[in-house]
């Protein structure tokens, strides 16, 4: 099992760019989910799918869209990049609510950096 | 009032001692506690659940207190390898609901 993958691993931007992180899991989780992590400021959702096709707004959604289309598989889109997009960005996943008592598998994460 | 509130730290021990953290979460209806471990520059990795007996993993206890809605983490025997920041994270009664804590960093020293 590779867990949970993110590709790409960095990347630096010019504002104004667009792109996508892929984040990819085997392990039939039915949630999925994006983060970002800046210093002092712990991991904030940004958004968040509890199945394939569903996808639903965390607490900092804006200038960020998602697509899961597959089950496992799960995108992050930055139409326009700003620098305050600049952040690590983590993929996590995790079953559903029957299995209320398991945690959340992350990814390796993003390193993105908006000039 | 956040959600989940963690004494950043840093806690700097020397190898051997004993340290407790403690995590204050505000939803007296959260269902399901955990701490998770991360090492500068990687991604969060789940250290252990946290139930309401308590239970320990080798040096690791967590312990959950739900009438003061907190849960602590004591780590005995600290090694250099326990350098690392601890999340403390909260599962509501909505599935989809995590809440993590800022984190606390505890620096073991020779």
């Known amino acids: 099992n590779a867990g949970v993958t993110q590709t790409p691993k960095f990347r630096v931007l010019k504002t104004g760019q667009s792109m996508t992180l892929l984040c990819a899991q085997d392990m039939n989780h039915e949630y999925m989910y994006w983060y970002r992590q800046d210093p002092g400021m712990g991991l904030r959702l940004i958004h968040y799918s509890v199945g394939e096709g569903t996808t639903a707004k965390g607490e900092v959604p804006d200038g960020y869209n998602v697509s899961r289309l597959k089950k496992q598989n799960f995108l992050l889109g930055l139409e326009s990049a700003a620098p305050s997009q600049t952040s690590v960005y983590f993929c996590?996943?995790?079953?559903?609510?029957?299995?209320?008592?398991?945690?959340?598998?992350f990814g390796p994460g993003t390193r993105l950096t908006v000039l | 009032r956040k959600e989940v509130e963690q004494d950043p730290g840093p806690f700097n021990v020397p190898e051997g001692a004993t340290v407790a953290f403690n995590c204050t979460y505000s939803?007296?209806?959260?269902?399901?506690f955990f701490w998770y471990r991360q090492d500068c520059r990687k991604e969060p990795k789940l250290l252990m659940s946290?139930?309401?007996s308590g239970n320990e993993d080798g040096r690791f206890t967590a312990q959950l207190n739900r009438a003061s809605q907190y849960i602590s983490l004591l780590i005995r025997d600290s090694k250099l390898s326990d350098s690392a920041t601890y999340l403390c994270?909260?599962?509501?009664?909505?599935?989809?609901?995590?809440?993590f804590g800022s984190g606390t960093k505890l620096n073991v020293k020779p």
């Open positions: 939803n007296s209806a959260s269902q399901s």
């Open positions: 946290v139930y309401s």
């Open positions: 994270v909260v599962r509501s009664d909505n599935f989809n609901k995590f809440y």
């Open positions: 996590a996943s995790s079953y559903s609510s029957n299995r209320a008592a398991s945690g959340k598998f």
